[in-house]
């Protein structure tokens, strides 16, 4: 008895434990409070110095997201609004990127495990900017980028549904 009592412990134990570490790579987005009155309900605001993406939704809150941003000289600060929305997009590197990365193809197919767009893309209006998904999720939280915002794919598939095309984009230093 205390054998099958000691293996359902054990058992619940290792579900618990399981279902922890999958809610919580699940998603790092979270409803947090935001009060700059700067930034009206349906605006994006990027936080580079935060690595944080907040979609504002007024009565002071916001969804919060983790992202990577662009590496130092290369992360962009202005105003920007949403110009289109692809799921699993085509990537061509841009030419500062062919010049770093020589060995790069032309284009690299949506949905291509070495696609560095991930599930869903947003393209900007203030050029070769993107808040898009990512292959490496490693990368969230970090300042890695050439410019564009990453996000891990579970939060852009979220974040995709909630927007629309000329969705206002604030970045931040």
Request: glycine share 8%; hydrophobic share 45%; proline share 5%.
């Amino acid at each position: 008895m205390r054998l099958i009592s000691l293996l359902r412990l054990v058992i619940l134990m290792a579900m618990l434990f399981a279902n922890s570490i999958t809610s919580g790579s699940a998603s790092a987005a979270e409803v947090v409070g935001f009060s700059d009155a700067r930034f009206r309900a349906g605006t994006i605001v990027i936080r580079n110095s935060e690595k944080r993406l907040y979609l504002v939704l007024g009565g002071n809150r916001a969804i919060r997201y983790k992202v990577a941003v662009g590496k130092r000289q290369k992360s962009w600060t202005g105003q920007a609004f949403i110009t289109a929305k692809y799921v699993k997009p085509d990537w061509a590197p841009s030419e500062e990127v062919r010049r770093d990365f020589p060995h790069l193809p032309t284009v690299i197919r949506g949905g291509a495990p070495n696609n560095p767009m991930g599930v869903a893309a947003m393209t900007l209006s203030n050029g070769n900017y993107a808040i898009h998904g990512t292959n490496r999720p490693g990368s969230i939280g970090r300042a890695v980028s050439y410019g564009c915002i990453r996000m891990a794919n579970q939060d852009i598939q979220d974040l995709f549904q909630r927007v629309t095309v000329r969705t206002p984009v604030v970045a931040l230093p």
